[in-house]
Nanobody
């Protein structure tokens, strides 16, 4: 079981970023994909999850309206789209599968003017 994320991104304030998480080694639609992030010097912050089978989503209140989770079952890839970026969004973003306790390698997103 493996989750492989897209590479580091740098964006300016107000821009958007989309991070991908490609799953392999299991049936993608069977288990949720969760997203968390870790800002510099901070702990892990849960952002929400998506059910790849039906696209159902759950968002942490803090991210509602600014974050969108999607999943492409044809490529077994989950995505997180974060809009209206601000400096506080600078963090490493991770996807994980709780059932297999498997994490992506993390994607550094840097928001800087």
């Amino acid at each position: 079981v493996q989750l492989v994320q897209s590479g580091a991104e740098v964006r300016g304030p107000g821009a958007s970023v989309k991070v991908s998480c490609k799953a392999s080694g299991y049936t993608f639609t069977k288990y949720y994909i969760d997203w968390v992030r870790q800002a510099p010097g901070q702990g892990l912050e849960w952002m929400g999850r998506i059910d790849p089978e039906d696209g159902g989503t759950k968002y942490a209140q803090k991210f509602q309206g600014r974050v969108t989770f999607t999943a492409d079952t044809s490529t077994s890839t989950a995505y997180v789209d974060l809009s209206s970026l601000r400096s506080e969004d600078t963090a490493v973003y991770y996807c994980f599968d709780m059932w297999y306790d498997t994490w992506g390698q993390g994607t550094q997103v840097t928001v800087s003017s």
